[in-house]
């Protein structure tokens, strides 16, 4: 049982450039997230999915798109990378019934030059 | 204002020390609250769960005061492994779903 999966742990991107990240989960969790972490502030949620089949924006998505690909897949697409993107990228995901614990991916490191 | 405010330490007790971390909220809708533990470069994990009438896991106590929007970590005995940064969390308040917001964390460092 991994739990959270992310891929990749490292990144580097030159300006302009576009990657997705990507995130599985072996939980049968409903709800996935995806969060950047920067130095001296709190996760903050770039986009979630409810459900299969839902996804809404959170509190920074500009810059980001993200695809629900199934129940256990989750993947943040940046399609032109900006150096304000440099961060570290958590997925997370819960079952989504009522307020219950989130489950972390280890992160992945990225960093735009 | 930040929706969910704590000091960032560093906290530097020696091993043994009780020491306690305190967090403000700004949504007085938010209904859950948590602690979680982040370690260095490493993933948040949920410590605990805090609940109005306070609750305890071991040598670590969490309280809710609603009236006054604020949340408390009393961690007693503190060993070399509690060393990490615990972020203060609240749930959004609204949507019915899992929406959490995290305070920026206090760094705790536990030396011998």
């Known amino acids: 049982n991994a739990g959270v999966t992310q891929t990749p742990k490292f990144q580097v991107l030159k300006t302009g450039q576009s990657m997705t990240l990507q995130c599985a989960q072996d939980?049968?969790?409903?709800?996935m997230y995806w969060y950047r972490q920067d130095p001296g502030m709190g996760l903050r949620l770039i986009y979630y999915?409810?459900?299969?089949?839902?996804?809404d924006k959170g509190e920074v998505p500009n810059g980001y798109n993200v695809s629900r690909l199934n129940k256990r897949e989750f993947s943040l697409r940046l399609e032109s990378a900006a150096p304000s993107q440099t961060s570290v990228y958590f997925c997370?995901?819960?079952?989504?019934?009522?307020?219950?614990?989130?489950?972390f991916g280890p992160g992945t490191r990225l960093t735009v030059l | 204002r930040k929706e969910v405010e704590q000091d960032p330490g560093p906290f530097n007790v020696p091993e043994g020390a009780t020491v306690a971390f305190n967090c403000t909220y700004s949504?007085?809708?938010?209904?859950?609250f948590f602690w979680y533990r982040q370690d260095c470069r490493k993933e948040p994990k949920l410590l605990m769960s805090?609940?109005?009438s306070g609750n305890e896991d071991g040598r670590f106590t969490a309280q809710l005061n609603r009236a006054s929007q604020y949340i408390s970590l009393l961690i007693r005995d503190s060993k070399l492994s509690d060393s990490a940064t615990y972020l203060c969390?609240?749930?959004?308040?609204?949507?019915?779903?899992?929406?959490?917001?995290f305070g920026a964390g206090t760094r705790l460092a536990v030396h011998p």
């Open positions: 997370a995901s819960s079952s989504g019934q009522g307020n219950n614990e989130q489950f």
């Open positions: 939980m049968n969790h409903n709800s």
């Open positions: 999915s409810a459900s299969e089949g839902t996804t």
């Open positions: 949504n007085s809708a938010s209904q859950s």
């Open positions: 805090v609940y109005s």
């Open positions: 969390v609240v749930n959004g308040g609204r949507g019915g779903y899992n929406k959490l917001i």
